[in-house]
């Protein structure tokens, strides 16, 4: 895949060198300690979120924690979804240059490569999305990613995985749904290979924007939609366009942010700095989860108890049939080498921990029914 800027050596390398240039030529008149005057680097980095959802505020942890570290020498231009380009349209803005960075997921550049959505909202094989960030890190992940993106795709970009997101509601319906049966028909909002998922099961799938939602809700565009967790739901004003809120499912069981790199403007920083921006991924991650145990239990209750929203936990007939429809589509799947290596990998890696995960957890929900008796009775 060829660039569409010009010269990637770009304005980036010639303003380094310019400085650099600069601060030799000045270093004959002035002593070297002069370089603490130097401007810090700008990284202009776009989300895929709208300006009020909370995944800006998750997008704002890391940035503070680059210019922190960094004691102010890179700072982020820190911007919306539409701000350059539109919500799904970030990976092609980072692989070009127009944008240095992003803040995204991968399932949003899925048309490029059905492989991108293992990354994040792949087969659930029974790890959670802590067990699925560890296999990137751990387990191979990284690797398969860079033969995907840089080797088959040829995008010029780097990329890092953070925050591990809880699993993702099956969403919101304008009435009940018990069964598998009760799905047909239905116009729906996911994305990624959630999207092959769902439509197999007889639902009508549109991959929207987290923005676009709730507007296609109101139009009769889809008459059921999913995105992310209760804060974004809330955010986005899904009590208004439906009051039946399904958690617990197997269509997006795990799940991570995608922070992206141009890679000429990686390349470009002086070492420390690079390290800082790519380890700021790990410190936002732990800040992201505590954030989000906060706001998304504070939020849930609030859809419950100040909007009336009944909620529910998705069925085990609907799980089961999700299941099933994961196994005929993974047989599909595993016909891409790619997709076959990926999933061999992360099958071996789920059955190994999550072995370990399973064995070794207590029942929390007993002890939470210990404590809190008739809590989970929803």
Known sequence: MQKTTATTATRRSLLRKSAVAGGVAASSLIAAPAVVGQAPVVMKMQTSWPAADIWMDFAREYTTRVEEMSGGRLTVDLLPAGAVVGAFQVMDAVHDGVLDAAHTVPVYW???????????????????????????????????????????????????????????????????????????????????????????????????????????????????????????????????????????????????????????????????????????????????????????SNDLQRIRDEFGVAVHRTSQDILQAQLQAWDQLIAELEEDDLSKRIMDSQRAWVEKVTYYELMNAPDYALAYEHYFPGRLAL
Do not use: C
């Open 110 to 296: 899925y048309g490029k490569s059905k492989a991108a959505s293992f990354f994040g909202t792949g087969p659930v094989f029974g790890g959670s999305a802590t067990t699925m960030l560890s296999w990137f890190y751990q387990g191979g992940g990284a690797e398969l990613y860079r033969e995907l993106t840089q080797d088959i795709l040829g995008l010029d970009v780097y990329g890092f995985m953070g925050f591990p997101m809880p699993a993702q509601p099956f969403g919101w319906f304008k009435q009940e749904v018990d069964t598998a049966a009760d799905l047909q028909g239905f116009k729906y909002r996911t994305v990624g290979l959630a999207a092959d998922l769902l439509q197999s099961m007889g639902m009508s799938v549109a991959q929207l924007p987290g923005g676009e939602i709730v507007p296609a809700m109101e139009r009769g565009v889809i008459d059921a939609f999913e995105f992310n967790n209760p804060s974004s739901d809330l955010r986005f004003g899904s009590p208004d366009v439906a009051k039946h809120y399904y958690l617990s499912s197997y269509h997006q069981a795990s799940e991570s942010f995608e922070f992206l790199f141009n890679r000429d403007f990686f390349d470009d920083l002086e070492p420390d700095l690079q390290a800082i921006a790519k380890y700021a991924v790990e410190a936002a991650s732990t800040s992201n989860t505590a954030l989000a145990m906060e706001n998304y």
